[in-house]
C-alpha cells in the first residue's frame, strides 16, 4: 500500500535504427514518456525530432475504404514493417475501384428492382381500366391522368358535369376509387385544379411500362427476377471481393498503424547530432523487461538511474494497494494525484470511507443489498463503483447488526442479542435518551479523524524536511496540541465536571500553540536566516490576525461537520418508521410497501450518506494533509 518506485530510463540509438527502436517503443505499457521539450529548451544544441509522417494518409485512405466495404480489421502478426509508399497507395487505389465498380452495379440492379416493384404495383391498381399504355402515352392532344380518389368525392363530381373532361372509373375498395379523367390540353389546368380539389392522387405509370396492364405486369415480374438473379450474383461477388481483400487490408492496417504510431511519438524523441533518445519512467519492477524489448535492437543503449536523478523531470505517481483498498483510489484521483514523494492517501480514505458509511447507513438487510447490487454492477458493467459498493455495504451490514436493524426492524434481532447476555439492545436508535450521546459520539469521531488527518501531515512535512510547517501551522504539532488540548479540556470540563481549564492548562497548552501558529510565517523565515518582517510588523499583523480568526472558525466548522454522522443514523431509523408506519396503514399491500420503501430508502439515503461521506473526506480531512498535486503514470499505450 504505497506509491509504486519508478526508475528514471533514457533509451539511445543512432538515426539508422531510430524506426526500428520506436516501433518497438510504441507498443510499452509500462513507460511514461516524458517530451522532448523539457529537455531541448534548457540545453543547446538538442532538438525535437519532427519529421513528417508519410503513413497516415494511407492509414485515413484504409480506414475509410473498410468503413466503406463494412470489414472489421484483426491485426495481423507482422514479419516485416517496410511499406512501398508509392506500391501501397497504388494497391489501395486498385482495391478501391474495383470495389466501387462492384457496388454501383450493386445499387444500380437495387434501384432498377425497386421502380420496377413499384410499377407492378401502381400497374396493378390501373389493370381494371384494359387498356393499351402505349396509346395512353401516344396521346398528343389529350392528356389522361390515371389515379384514385377517396369515394366520397365521387359524388361531388356531379356539380362539375358542365366541364370539360371524360370521368371512367374502373376499381372500387373501402376508401378509395380508382378512375381516370380526360381532358384537352387547352382545359388541363382547369379540371386538374376540380380533381385536385377532390382529393384526387395520380398513379404516375411509368415510361417503361407497355402494352396491356396484364402483359405490362407478366414482363415487368419477368424483368424484376432476371434483375434479381444478376444482383444475388453481384452480391456474392462483392462478398467473396470483400473476403478476399480482408487478409491484405489488415496486414497493411497492422503495418501502417505501427509505423504511424512511430511518428506519433516523435514528440518524445531528443536528437543530439547523429543520436537520438528518449526519456521517461518505468516502475520499477518493470525495468528489466523494458530493457528486455530492446536488448534484439543494434546499437540500442538503455540507461537506467535514480527517479530524481534528473531536475528538470518531475516522476509520475502510480498507486499500488492491495485488493480491499484498490477500488478508492478513484476517490483520491477525483481530488488529485498524490505527488511521487508523497504519503499515499488510499488506505486512509478507504477505512475512514467505510467506517463512517456504514455508521450513517447501518442497517443488516440494506447493506448486504447494497453489497451484492455493487458485486452485479462490477462483474456485469465493470464498474469501479461497483467495487466500493461491495464493501461499503458490509460495513452497513456490520454496524446494523450493532444498532439491531433489518430492513428497517430495530427488533428483529433482540433475540440474538439477549442469548449474547444483553437484557436490551445495546443501541436503541429511536430513543430519545440515545440522541445526544450518539451526537456526542458523532463528534469524537470526527475530532479524532481531525487529530490523525494532523499527525499525517506533520509525518509528511517531516519527510519532505519542511520544518517550519510541522512545527507552527495549524496542521503542525502547534495545530494539533492547541485543538486537542481545547477537546479534552471542554469534554473534561464538562462532562466529567473536572477542573482542567486553569491558568497554567490555558497558557502552555492553547496559548502558546495559538502564538505559534500566530508567528507562523516568520518563525519560518527565522529556520530559513531570513528577515522575519520583510513588508514590516504592522502589515503581517493584520494579516496573521485574520488567518488567525478564520483557522478558530475552521477548527469549530470542521468538528460541527461531523454531527451530520449522528444525523444520518437518526434519519435512517426515522425513514424506515416511516416505512413501517405505511406498513401497517395499508394492510395486505403492506409487502409491496416493505419492498418499494426499502428501495427508495436505500437509493435516496445511499446516494446522500455517500456525497456527504466523500465530503468530509475531501474538505475536513483531505484539506489538512494532501495537496493532490501530482501527475499521474500515464503509459504510452495501455491497451
Known sequence: MAITKMRLMNIITDKQHLEEMLLRFSTLDNFHPELANKIVDRVSGLAVLNDANPYADLLSKVSELCAEMDLTLVKKPIDSYFINLDETNKMINEIKAKFDQIHEIKKELQTVIEENKMAVIQVKNVSAMNINFDDLFSCRYLKIRVGRMPKQSVDKLQYYNNRPYIFKEFNKDEHFCWCMYITTMRYEGEVDNIFSSLHFERVRIPDFVHGTPEGAIKELEEDMKQDQEHLDHVIETEKKFVEESAERLSELYTKLQCLNQTYEVQKYVVLLGERASISGFVPEEDVERVKQQFADIANVEVEVRPAHSDSRLTPPTKLKNNWFVRPFEMFVEMYGMPCYEDFDPTPFVALTYCLLFGIMFADVGQG???????????????????EVGMRIGLFSAFFGLIFGSVFGNEELLNPMFHALGFAEKPFEVMAPSFVMPLLISAIAIGAV??????????????????????????????GFVLYGSLLVGIALQMGAGIQVLTLPYILILIGIPAVLI??????ERLLEHEKLFPNGFGGFFMEA???????????????????????????????????????????????????????????????????????????????????????????????
Open 518 to 523: 500566530f508567528m507562523q510565517e516568520p518563525l
Open 545 to 639: 490576525f485574520f488567518e488567525m480568526f478564520e483557522i478558530c472558525l475552521t477548527f469549530l466548522a470542521n468538528t460541527m461537520s461531523y454531527l451530520r454522522v449522528g444525523g444520518f443514523v437518526l434519519s435512517h431509523a426515522g425513514m424506515m418508521l416511516v416505512v413501517s408506519t405505511l406498513m401497517s396503514m395499508v394492510g395486505n399491500a403492506s409487502p409491496l410497501v416493505f419492498v418499494l420503501g426499502n428501495i427508495f430508502v436505500m437509493v435516496l439515503e445511499g446516494m446522500i450518506v455517500g456525497i456527504q461521506v466523500l465530503r468530509l473526506e475531501f474538505y475536513e480531512m483531505f484539506s489538512r494533509y494532501f495537496d493532490g498535486n501530482g501527475i499521474a503514470f500515464k503509459a504510452l499505450n495501455n491497451n
Open 368 to 386: 448486504l443489498v447494497l453489497s451484492l447490487v455493487g458485486y452485479i454492477a462490477y462483474k456485469k458493467m465493470n464498474m469501479r463503483l461497483g
Open 449 to 478: 479523524l481531525i487529530l490523525v488527518s494532523m499527525l499525517i501531515n506533520v509525518t509528511q512535512s517531516l519527510k519532505n524536511k519542511q520544518l517550519g510547517k510541522a512545527l507552527f501551522s495549524q496542521n503542525g504539532i502547534a
